[in-house]
């Protein structure tokens, strides 16, 4: 169910009458902040519906964009507009093909829409639409997604960072242990834990502290810090993630400094000659000054859609050029991660690699 100018619109319903997958109902007008009058169509009210049947698809989702409806299902997307009289919203397909992978997986945010497809992550201003995954994002979505867990996939806006978060369950995984990160201002992809949050909401918290009246103050005015009449909330916002197994709500994003582990990744490296085994020596990383120690562990694997073997980390000391290793595959995945509360830049990696045989 979502508000939508002056009405409520649900989609998929199940009455009395029976069910309804393909229908999309709206109340009569409502005034602001109360409950429509109605659901039930009349000449005298607003309230109606439309079955979006031309597709099989279901209907997973819908989110204003402007003044138009953005109805999702599976596999379509539709524009509702208010026009008023008898017919009240005129419906019309936008997109064939393509729609929403579950009930939460389209974020609103200032260029659009952003929703997860069955196979890719897109944008839509409401009259156009494009992929904003890159091929490695897409493979790593939805190869490892969890089949049967679908419908825990939502997507996120944080207007505090004008970031569109996206959280993924993936294969043994009942909520999302994943995140995907796409920034807005960098147009560039980042990853996360998803630590099990099932869903994130941009909230509002207060300091507890009471405010008081004039006449009971008792302090002295050059001393007085307090404020008088006035709500005790500061109005600031945070991300809060709801944690079903914890069970518990949870600040996502504070101004708090939290050590959190970070690594960088650079995955399945052929060297122009996939076909070929590759013998890795060393790698040398080439880092600013005041790093601090990393660790570094190399993978391999035999076949694109093969599993990674890692070799043992290699603690690399803050005055190390190199890690010495020992990897042989097809392909190469180099990992470099960082384990405490000191900065570090990396400016590249080399690796010395010997081209061996076919097998």
Do not use: C
Not at 171 to 195: C, E, I, K, R
């Amino acid at each position: 169910m979502r508000p939508h100018l002056f009405h409520l619109f649900a989609l998929d319903l199940t009455t009395s009458a029976g069910s309804f997958p393909l229908r999309v109902t709206w109340s009569d007008a409502a005034d602001p902040g109360g409950l429509p009058p109605t659901w039930s169509p009349g000449p005298d009210n607003q309230a109606g519906f439309v079955d979006l049947a031309d597709t099989p698809g279901a209907l997973m989702a819908a989110e204003t964009l402007r003044d138009t409806l953005l109805i999702y299902k599976t596999d379509a997307v539709y524009a509702a507009d208010f026009v008023g009289g008898s017919q009240i919203y005129a419906f019309r397909s936008l997109f064939r093909g393509i729609g929403a992978i579950s009930p939460r997986a389209v974020a609103v945010t200032p260029e659009g829409h952003i929703f997860v497809t069955e196979s890719d992550i897109m944008i839509t201003d409401g009259n156009t639409v494009r992929s904003i995954a890159t091929a490695k994002v897409r493979k790593r979505i939805f190869n490892a997604l969890n089949q049967l867990e679908l419908g825990a996939i939502f997507a996120f806006y944080n207007p505090l960072r004008r970031e569109t978060m996206i959280g993924i369950p993936t294969a043994g995984f009942t909520f999302p242990d994943y995140m995907l990160v796409w920034s807005h201002d960098s147009q560039a992809w980042g990853v996360a834990d998803g630590n099990g949050v099932s869903d994130l909401a941009l909230g509002v918290y207060g300091d507890q502290t009471l405010s008081i009246q004039w006449d009971q103050d008792a302090q002295a005015w050059d001393a007085d810090v307090t404020y008088w009449n006035e709500s005790p909330y500061k109005f600031t916002r945070l991300v809060v993630g709801t944690i079903p197994q914890a069970p518990e709500l949870r600040a996502i994003d504070t101004t708090l400094r939290v050590v959190r582990d970070a690594y960088v990744e650079k995955a399945d490296m052929h060297f122009g000659e996939p076909e070929r085994v590759k013998y890795v020596k060393r790698v040398h990383v080439r880092r600013d000054s005041g790093s601090g120690d990393l660790f570094v562990r190399v993978g391999s694997r035999m076949f694109i859609d093969g599993p990674i073997t890692w070799s043992p980390t290699v603690w690399l000391l803050a005055d190390a050029p190199f890690a010495n290793v020992r990897v042989s595959g097809r392909y190469i995945t180099v990992n470099i991660q960082g384990f405490s509360d000191a900065n570090w830049i990396i400016h590249g990696i080399d690796l010395e690699v010997e081209l061996r045989g076919y097998r």
